[in-house]
């Protein structure tokens, strides 16, 4: 509902007062009158603003939001992790304090490779996963204090770890030893069906190939457990060569992108890197040999950059680390970057 203000004055002059009531008229409607004007328009500016705000709530839609004035204010922003052992311990944080404000459905993006193909996605997210299931596994499942003897003898599975293939899970399941979080079980995705009692659902690094199966196994928690959390590390799941999976991929990703929260991304380029951790927003960090550390902050926003937008600001970034510094500042890659390179 809109409010409305109606200012109303009136100036009743006396004549036998005289020549300086007469003066004193003109001044009180040019001076008093516009003061109250000018603040009637201002409180009338807000109530139609917080009319606004308040009908985009009822809605359902975001808040209108006010257009800046000026430059985007970009202070305050969270640095980049200062190694690959913070970046597990800040990611399981963020995914324990996005699971208490109700988010069950959670996206982490962990790819550190800067454009290097020279393990595939798979192999760069085990490197990731061995590390961080077992404390992430305590953070969003743990394990009671004192199980109940009736329990005891055989519990059912707390954690379901998934992966694209059979030979991928035989490794785990050999390898992995200690790493893996008390009841687990490992399948891989195109055989699997949603495990009873499952407490937690995590699939790793699931492509194009298998949107299926993931399709399938989102139904199935839907139906039988939607209380289970569902933990997706390092999707991709539209490949661009096929036009089949492309488009089926391309639903999927949006009903990821509308339904599950990312708790923490981050993400190497050459120039930078794409960071996110829960319930802060979006930056963009571009490499920039002469700030602290080796990178500027060149972005920040409550919503994620689109690619271009990603690809615009590092490479603007880039082109003024040049003219300022004589040379390629690809030649001075900061540790940080080459440390999780390494991994």
Do not use: C
């Not at 490197?127 to 055989?154: F, G, R, T």
């Amino acid at each position: 509902m809109l409010l409305a203000y109606t200012l109303s004055s009136s100036l009743v002059a006396n004549r036998a007062n005289g020549a300086s009531n007469r003066h004193a008229a003109p001044l009180m409607q040019g001076g008093l009158f516009d003061s109250l004007a000018s603040a009637a328009k201002g409180v009338a500016a807000n109530a139609l603003n917080e009319a606004q705000r308040q009908a985009a709530l009822a809605a359902m839609q975001d808040p209108v939001e006010e257009q800046p004035t000026g430059p985007p204010e970009l202070g305050g922003a969270r640095t980049l992790p200062d190694s690959f052992e913070d970046s597990i311990s800040i990611a399981v944080d963020a995914s324990s304090e996005a699971l208490l404000d109700g988010n069950t459905r959670l996206v982490i993006e962990f790819d550190t490779s800067a454009g290097d193909e020279t393990y595939n996605l798979l192999s760069r997210s085990l490197k990731v996963v061995q590390p961080m299931l077992s404390p992430l596994a305590d953070a969003l499942a743990p394990l009671p204090d004192v199980e109940d003897e009736a329990l005891a003898a055989e519990p059912p599975p707390r954690v379901q770890l998934l992966f694209p293939d059979e030979g991928t899970a035989a490794y785990v399941r050999q390898n992995w030893g200690t790493d893996l979080p008390a009841r687990t079980v490992l399948m891989s995705m195109p055989r699997a069906q949603l495990a009873d009692g499952v407490e937690v659902l995590v699939f790793v690094a699931p492509q194009a190939t298998e949107v299926p199966a993931v399709q399938r196994l989102l139904q199935q928690v839907a139906e039988r457990a939607p209380q289970t959390v569902v933990l997706l590390i390092n999707p991709k799941l539209v490949d661009m060569q096929s036009t089949g999976y492309g488009l089926v991929g391309r639903e999927l990703r949006t009903m990821v992108a509308d339904q599950f929260a990312v708790p923490f991304a981050l993400k190497s380029y050459p120039e930078g890197a794409l960071y996110r951790v829960y319930p802060e927003g979006w930056t963009i960090w571009a490499e920039q040999p002469n700030a602290d550390g080796g990178y500027e902050l060149a972005y920040k926003s409550a919503r994620r950059p689109s690619g271009e937008q990603i690809d615009e600001y590092l490479y603007v970034a880039l082109d003024d680390a040049e003219s300022g510094s004589g040379g390629s500042p690809l030649d001075g890659l900061g540790a940080f970057i080459k440390g999780f390179q390494a991994m």
